[in-house]
Nanobody, 116 residues
Framework: QVHLVESGGGLVQPGGSLRLSCTAS????????VDWYRQAPGKQRELVAT???????NYADSVKGRFSISRDNAENTAYLRMNSLKPEDTAVYYC??????????WGQGTQVTVSS
């Protein structure tokens, strides 16, 4: 019933940009906090960016100044704009919706590969 569909991943050169999208259905999207996580092979899952329902944001130090999280509540969609991409950004990226007192939800993941 609840679905999060991610898109926008792909192969880019170092210094390039991508915008990831996460579109939700079956929930009252605007009340949820949105997180973006990533997991690279052999590494722990890490939190990249967060945006609350009040549009308060937070970023991992590794992506500050390069990545930007946003949301369009009318379209039930969250975004992660990634600029100045580096090879170390290569990972599977997951969107995550959470709300205190409710279930949380995960997207299916989208592969981002940064390579020359």
């Amino acid at each position: 019933q609840v679905h999060l569909v991610e898109s926008g991943g792909g192969l880019v050169q170092p210094g390039g940009s991508l915008r990831l999208s996460c579109t939700a259905s079956g929930i009252t999207f605007w009340v949820f906090t949105v997180d973006w996580y990533r997991q690279a092979p052999g590494k722990q899952r890490e939190l990249v960016a967060t945006m609350t329902s009040d549009s308060v944001t937070n970023y991992a130090d590794s992506v500050k100044g390069r990545f930007s999280i946003s949301r369009d509540n009318a379209e039930n969609t969250a975004y992660l704009r990634m600029n100045s991409l580096k090879p170390e950004d290569t990972a599977v990226y997951y969107c995550h919706l959470r709300l205190t007192g409710a279930h949380d939800y995960w997207g299916q993941g989208t592969q981002v590969t940064v390579s020359s």
